[in-house]
């Protein structure tokens, strides 16, 4: 596998959409997911999410930040998951509480990581969802 960094991961072929508000935060996230190959595209907020879903072709799966402006990531993911059910989206929050990740989970989130994101943990639940889709 190659890799440029501490991550002994390939996405290679991969395209994450990152919902994230926070531009530094998307910043970091997209600098780690180069790391290991995974193209990434970029939602400002929830409505720009379900925009890009709806019209751009095909994602591998989605990081949703919870708390954003406009559309947040709970309802974004509702309207994702009825558009396409199959899509996997990790919610991602600071939020740490169990009746966040209920909430997450009733939304149609098929997993839950808290932030700050530990990015180990992070592209394993991502490796084994991949796994799954091949």
């Given at each position: ?7 002994k ?5 991969k ?22 190959q ?38 974004a ?13 990790v ?11 209920i ?8 997993a839950?990581?808290t ?5 180990q943990?992070?592209?394993e ?10």
């Open positions: 596998m190659p890799s440029r960094g501490k991550y991961f390939d996405f290679s072929g395209i994450i959409l990152v919902v994230e508000d926070n531009l530094i935060a998307f910043k970091l996230i997209s600098a780690v997911l180069t790391q290991v995974a193209e990434v595209v970029h939602a400002s907020n929830g409505r720009r999410a379900i925009e890009l879903c709806e019209t751009d072709g095909h994602y591998d799966l989605v990081l949703m930040d919870m708390q954003m402006p406009e559309v947040n990531g709970l309802e993911t509702r309207v994702i998951k009825q558009m396409r059910p199959d899509l996997v989206v919610a991602t929050t600071a939020n740490a509480y169990e009746e966040d990740e909430a997450c989970r009733k939304a149609g989130c098929n839950f990581i932030k700050p994101l530990k990015f943990m992070l592209f639940l991502m490796q084994s969802f991949f796994d799954q889709q091949d």
